[in-house]
């Protein structure tokens, strides 16, 4: 995000990155993908599959934001690749009346979607993907918050020594998002643990990681451990690290600039003119309504 003003005016960005091959994929088997729902004219109304050309594989897995591992798009596969995600839990707690910790087989037991998304990265560029995961709101009822929970707390694994560049102060470790509780519960919010058909590589966030397809792409944290259910509105690592920059809410809008560059532009990886950046990233019909009455250049 640092270097965003460069990414977004370099043309050939997403070539530059195509030389670095993608990791193997482990393919899930059995039941783990058997319930992945075809895409239908009711799965386009709601939005969970934009009919539009997928971004390659090969860009999806090889153009990543991941400081964990490195702060160079192109690097943060081959830094990550031997990341161990096993065994690996999700503790969700706080304003909750059934606090759990989730092993990943367990939640990987979830019924799966597949959901085809734009990302919007906050930085001008944008892709497509076809995620597997499940809505954010089958977990969250399981725990059942409680009456004075409207937020939610997301929170990535810190360890330095399988995370390398934690090492360094990039950035402030853990890295943290959050949600109000209403955004969280929304059928467009899922945790994936795949794409493209298979587990999620290490470099998209493995073995799962938050997609909220509305809002700028750092608010799909990667790689949660810890979810927690608030009152009060949870600090983000990036509008800690640079609050005028990057808001608490960070929905895509292309009426509301970055301080220094323009959002009503983007680049969609793999094709080399720009395209308008979409209200909500197009997502209105299905989120605009959690957003009524408020002011978006206020809660940016
Ligand atoms: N999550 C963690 N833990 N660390 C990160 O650096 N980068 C964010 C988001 N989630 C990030 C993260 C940003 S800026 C973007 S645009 C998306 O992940 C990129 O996801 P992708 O690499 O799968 O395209």
């Given at each position: 995000m640092r270097g965003a003003a460069l990414a977004a005016t370099t043309a050939a960005t997403a070539l530059l990155y195509r030389k670095l091959n993608p990791p193997p994929l482990e393919t899930p088997k059995g039941d783990k993908l058997g319930n992945v729902s075809k895409p239908s004219s009711e799965s386009a109304s709601k939005g969970f599959t934009v009919r539009e050309k997928l971004t390659a594989l090969e860009d999806i897995t090889n153009y990543n934001n991941f400081y964990e591992f490195s702060t160079d798009k192109g690097s943060v596969a081959s830094e990550a690749r031997n990341f161990v995600t096993k065994p690996w839990s999700v503790s969700v707690e706080g304003l909750v009346n059934k606090p759990g910790t989730f092993e990943i087989d367990e939640l990987a037991k979830f019924p799966l979607d597949e959901r085809v998304y734009r990302l919007r990265c906050v930085e001008g560029w944008s892709m497509v993907i076809p995620w597997i995961g499940f809505p954010l709101s089958k977990l969250l009822n399981i725990v059942e918050p409680n009456s004075q929970a409207r937020y939610v707390a997301f929170q990535t694994l810190y360890d330095p020594k399988r995370m390398?560049?934690?090492?360094?102060?990039?950035?402030?470790?853990?890295y943290v998002e959050g949600l109000r509780l209403d955004e969280a519960m929304h059928p467009l919010t899922i945790l994936a643990t795949g794409l493209y058909g298979k587990t999620l590589p290490p470099q998209d966030g493995a073995p799962i990681r938050l997609v909220v397809p509305w809002k700028y792409g750092f608010k799909s944290i990667k790689s949660i451990v810890k979810m927690r259910l608030m009152a009060e509105e949870p600090p983000t690592t990036w509008s800690s690290y640079a609050p005028n920059e990057y808001g608490f809410y960070s929905n895509v809008n292309p009426s509301v600039p970055h301080p220094r560059w323009s959002q009503a532009r983007e680049r969609r990886i793999g094709e080399f003119s720009m395209r308008d950046t979409l209200l909500f990233n197009g997502y209105a019909e299905q989120v605009a309504h959690l957003y009524s009455g408020m002011d978006l250049r206020r809660y940016f």
């Amino acid at each position: 995000m640092r270097g965003a003003a460069l990414a977004a005016t370099t043309a050939a960005t997403a070539l530059l990155y195509r030389k670095l091959n993608p990791p193997p994929l482990e393919t899930p088997k059995g039941d783990k993908l058997g319930n992945v729902s075809k895409p239908s004219s009711e799965s386009a109304s709601k939005g969970f599959t934009v009919r539009e050309k997928l971004t390659a594989l090969e860009d999806i897995t090889n153009y990543n934001n991941f400081y964990e591992f490195s702060t160079d798009k192109g690097s943060v596969a081959s830094e990550a690749r031997n990341f161990v995600t096993k065994p690996w839990s999700v503790s969700v707690e706080g304003l909750v009346n059934k606090p759990g910790t989730f092993e990943i087989d367990e939640l990987a037991k979830f019924p799966l979607d597949e959901r085809v998304y734009r990302l919007r990265c906050v930085e001008g560029w944008s892709m497509v993907i076809p995620w597997i995961g499940f809505p954010l709101s089958k977990l969250l009822n399981i725990v059942e918050p409680n009456s004075q929970a409207r937020y939610v707390a997301f929170q990535t694994l810190y360890d330095p020594k399988r995370m390398p560049n934690q090492q360094t102060s990039v950035l402030d470790w853990p890295y943290v998002e959050g949600l109000r509780l209403d955004e969280a519960m929304h059928p467009l919010t899922i945790l994936a643990t795949g794409l493209y058909g298979k587990t999620l590589p290490p470099q998209d966030g493995a073995p799962i990681r938050l997609v909220v397809p509305w809002k700028y792409g750092f608010k799909s944290i990667k790689s949660i451990v810890k979810m927690r259910l608030m009152a009060e509105e949870p600090p983000t690592t990036w509008s800690s690290y640079a609050p005028n920059e990057y808001g608490f809410y960070s929905n895509v809008n292309p009426s509301v600039p970055h301080p220094r560059w323009s959002q009503a532009r983007e680049r969609r990886i793999g094709e080399f003119s720009m395209r308008d950046t979409l209200l909500f990233n197009g997502y209105a019909e299905q989120v605009a309504h959690l957003y009524s009455g408020m002011d978006l250049r206020r809660y940016f």
